[in-house]
């Protein structure tokens, strides 16, 4: 792409694709993981909060927001192609502040989950109006609201997600997230989220991203995993240096 990167070039990439062919968008944790996912095509960049914290030394969720600001903005500095961040609960920012540090790290969205402070489930109807107030700060930004009733294993996790859905597309939402849905409640939540962007989570044997798509899914992120195989990888590579086998 040329020009510089904005939401409304990223809203266009969930608009109209083949039940086979949904987009697929990889979590860059550093700006070299980030130019690696460029330079092999891909049009979009997620960051994982989760490989962020890892990336930084930090536990999942316990990562400073100037930090996570910081990393963010290094990443998208890095790359020519849309990067929206996944900001967590939003680190306790007024929507407007929130918005604010997301524009200034260079961002096009964000990714905003339901879960609380304290680790349990928010409010759906007052998460919902926090969303609304994100949105009114910046109607420009693309937002993607993760729902997690599956990942707190909340009682009948399929119908907490589609209500809780529908309350945060209301609200503005461009996408839904319901983490660790299996792929067989996908269709199900395709059927009452009507042409809302529905976001899945890619897992290691699990299905294909086409089957991901014909299940139901516009969106495939990957979370953190990305990043695991990836260390993998270099654990792998480590120890054929240290062996010698590799110079």
């Given amino acids: 792409m040329t020009g510089t990167p904005d939401a409304g070039h990223l809203r266009a990439l969930h608009r109209d694709r083949a039940a086979t062919g949904p987009l697929v968008v990889p979590g860059p944790w550093d700006a070299v993981s980030a130019r690696v996912f460029e330079a092999a095509g891909f049009p979009a960049l997620a960051t994982p909060s989760a490989g962020v914290a890892s990336a930084l030394g930090y536990e999942d969720g316990r990562t400073p927001a100037a930090e996570m600001f910081a990393a963010v903005?290094?990443?998208?500095?890095?790359?020519?192609?849309?990067?929206?961040?996944?900001?967590?609960?939003?680190?306790?920012?007024?929507?407007?502040?929130?918005?604010?540090?997301?524009?200034?790290?260079?961002?096009?969205?964000?990714?905003?989950?339901?879960?609380?402070?304290?680790?349990?489930?928010?409010?759906?109807?007052?998460?919902?109006?926090?969303?609304?107030?994100?949105?009114?700060?910046?109607?420009?930004?693309?937002?993607?609201?993760?729902?997690?009733?599956?990942?707190?294993?909340?009682?009948?996790?399929?119908?907490?997600?589609?209500?809780?859905?529908?309350?945060y597309a209301a609200a503005g939402a461009d996408c839904v997230y319901p983490i660790l849905a299996p792929p067989s409640d996908l269709p199900a939540l395709r059927a009452a989220l009507g042409d809302l962007p529905l976001n899945a989570l890619a897992r290691p044997g699990g299905p294909s991203h086409a089957e991901l798509g014909r299940l139901g899914a516009t969106r495939i992120t990957f979370g953190d995993g990305l990043l695991q195989r990836a260390e993998q990888d270099l654990s792998a590579l480590a120890a054929r240096v240290r062996d010698g086998s590799e110079v």
Wanted: glycine residues 12%; without cysteine; negative net charge.
């Fill in 73 to 167: 903005a290094r990443i998208v500095r890095a790359v020519s192609v849309p990067v929206t961040a996944d900001l967590e609960g939003g680190y306790g920012l007024s929507p407007a502040e929130l918005v604010e540090r997301v524009r200034e790290s260079g961002a096009v969205g964000m990714n905003l989950e339901d879960t609380g402070p304290d680790g349990s489930l928010r409010d759906p109807g007052a998460h919902a109006d926090w969303l609304a107030a994100v949105r009114a700060a910046d109607p420009g930004l693309f937002l993607n609201a993760r729902v997690d009733t599956y990942v707190r294993r909340a009682p009948e996790p399929l119908e907490g997600a589609i209500g809780r859905a529908l309350r």
